[in-house]
């Protein structure tokens, strides 16, 4: 394998079955519609595997190490599909919009105006509304699992009182020590 192979992984399911990293990757590719055949302005594509895979890694790092935290997710463990490419997706226009601002060049020739790599811009409002929806999502998830993980639910000193008193279970007499501690001090 070559310093810029990818490693094949499997990952939670997708319509049923199981996807690999390499397949996520597509994945991404498709909904960004970056594709040679489709990209008439520059010359094949314009994120590479490499990039893509990347951005894919950041975004899980981000959302391990964004409180609440709640364990370490993977690849293979990411809690949606969804989330995972919206994450990317900030990335990769983050990536793409640096290089646009970078490159940019306006220039006159023979009375025509010229503008190179002047997406800076666009690739900017991409990255907001996407990073928008990840942010939601990853907020949304991390609070929903925090608050699963709290064993039933957090309750008060009157649930016992209520259990007692108005469902037959006893009475405070029957708590012992504690009771006749009330009752000398009442």
């Not at 599909?81 to 997706?89: D, I, T």
């Not at 919009?97 to 060049?105: D, E, F, K, P, V």
Request: aromatic letters at 12%; hydrophobic letters at 40%.
């Amino acid at each position: 394998m070559g310093p810029f192979s990818l490693k094949v992984q499997s990952m939670p399911q997708l319509a049923g079955r199981n996807i690999t990293k390499q397949e996520f990757i597509g994945i991404i590719r498709n909904f960004m519609r970056d594709h040679a055949h489709l990209n008439a302005l520059i010359e094949g594509v314009e994120t590479g595997n490499f990039m893509i895979s990347m951005a894919i890694d950041l975004a899980i790092d981000n959302f391990n190490t964004s409180p609440p935290f709640i364990g370490n997710q993977t690849f293979e463990s990411f809690p949606s599909l969804e989330m995972l490419l919206y994450g990317a997706l900030v990335r990769i226009f983050e990536m793409n919009g640096l290089l646009q601002t970078r490159n940019r060049l306006n220039y006159v020739d023979g009375g025509l105006q010229v503008a190179e790599s002047d997406k800076g811009p666009d690739y900017e409002r991409w990255v907001n509304r996407f990073e928008a929806k990840f942010e939601r999502e990853k907020m949304r998830w991390k609070r929903s699992t925090n608050l699963e993980s709290c064993y039933g639910g957090v309750h008060s000193e009157y649930l016992l009182a209520g259990a007692y008193g108005a469902y037959g279970v006893g009475s405070f007499e029957d708590l012992g020590s504690f009771a006749s501690i009330t009752t000398t001090l009442g």
